[in-house]
């Protein structure tokens, strides 16, 4: 079902919708009606209630065509969503998780900052507690959905002093007093993706809005992020296939020196890597979402298939560009743009860099 909605809805004007930089609006409409933006949440609350590996083979093949669609759909479920149904209070769940799972409404999850990237622990916004209310101060920068999501997962500061165990997660909504955006960022891929930068000044949020216990924040934050991690993975990994699949095809078609080019050894070398580097990271994406889904830790297995797809994706893509020459670098063969869309899963929730640091630290013990 996800394959054919990529062909049959998420084909036809994606070009333009990266060259525009538009939000796909419509098509996460009808995503949200096949049940795309809820998968893993239970029935209870409005999801699918499928486990981790259908997830993942969805975002497969929703991101062979448009990853500006398929992030949409890995915040929602990975991070937002997820987040909520594992830590979140019944009320909350009710309140929040129904919409979200449904496809009512978009979530977006706030962690990087313009001092906090890489280092999740140098939150610089504040949540002050006031009682029964914090009072939230800060920016929060390269937010995916920030712009059409209603809910916002905030992680925000409350003791300083305390380090990483002052980080507090609180549920924003974004029509709150003092909540602005700040203008869309102009990407180099996922053009489509709606990213902006988000400001809280003296935002009042109730105490039942945190998720978790005080100073519960940061954990939250890194346990969402290693199943993340997966979603993402699976991203790069749907983004490698597209690629490898246009290369294929256009290699059976396009002639050089009086026959195709797939009888080039030169090409079917080519060829052969794509595939065998593709099956290789399918198979690491696949193991960290059976993990997760086993209930095992999933940290190593998600870095490794993250670390591993994201590369491959990049590797792929370039390799298919070289395939194509010339007709490679126009828009309308597509695998520029797969292209410009590898890159960014070297970087966001967690860059290739610091999925070694989880690697080599997971190893070495």
């Known amino acids: 079902m996800a394959a ?7 084909l036809p004007g994606v070009i ?33 209630g499928m486990d981790t590996l259908s997830y993942v083979l969805a975002m497969e093949e929703i991101s062979r065509i448009d990853a500006s669609a398929s992030v ?23 309140k929040y998780l129904v919409p979200l799972a449904r496809g009512e409404v978009l979530g977006a999850f ?19 507690d006031q009682g029964d209310h914090y009072l939230v101060n800060g920016t ?13 997962l905030v992680m925000a500061q409350t003791d300083p002093s305390l380090g990483s165990r002052g980080i507090n997660v609180l549920i924003v909504e974004k029509d709150s007093p003092g909540v602005t955006l700040g203008a869309k960022e102009h990407k180099m891929g996922i053009r489509g993706s709606d990213t902006h930068s988000v400001m809280f000044q003296d935002v009042r949020v109730p105490k039942e809005n945190r998720i978790g216990e005080n100073g519960f924040g940061f954990k939250f934050a890194m346990q969402t992020l290693a199943g993340g991690r997966i979603g993402i993975a699976a991203q790069a990994l749907g983004i490698a296939s597209g690629a490898y699949g246009l290369a ?36 690491l994406v696949w193991k960290a979402a059976w993990h997760k889904d086993q209930q095992m830790d999933y940290g190593l297995s998600g870095s490794m298939a993250k670390v591993f797809a994201s590369e491959t994706a990049m590797w792929v893509t370039t390799e298919a560009v070289q395939v194509h020459g010339g007709y490679g ?30 690697i080599s630290r997971a190893i070495l013990k």
């Open 4 to 10: 054919d909605f990529a062909r049959t809805e998420l």
């Open 16 to 48: 333009e919708r990266d060259e525009k930089e538009q939000f796909p609006k419509e098509q996460i409409r009808k995503m949200a009606g096949l049940g795309f933006l809820g998968m893993m949440v239970s029935s209870r609350y409005g999801g699918s």
């Open 72 to 94: 949409c759909m890995s915040v929602n479920n990975s991070l937002v969503c997820w987040g909520l149904e594992t830590y979140g209070t019944e009320e909350q769940k009710q």
């Open 110 to 128: 706030l962690l990087s900052e313009p001092e906090a990237g890489s280092d999740a622990t140098s939150q610089r916004t504040l949540a002050e």
């Open 140 to 152: 929060k920068n390269w937010i995916t959905n920030a712009g059409s999501a209603s809910v916002y």
């Open 248 to 283: 294929l095809e256009y290699s059976k078609q396009r002639k050089a020196f009086g026959k195709e080019i797939s009888r080039h050894q030169a090409i079917q070398f080519k060829l052969a890597d794509m595939a065998t580097r593709i099956e290789a990271a399918r198979l």
């Open 329 to 358: 670098y126009v828009k309308e063969y597509h695998v520029e743009r797969l292209m410009r869309d590898a890159k960014i899963t070297q970087i966001y929730e967690g860059t290739s860099e610091v999925q070694r640091i989880v």
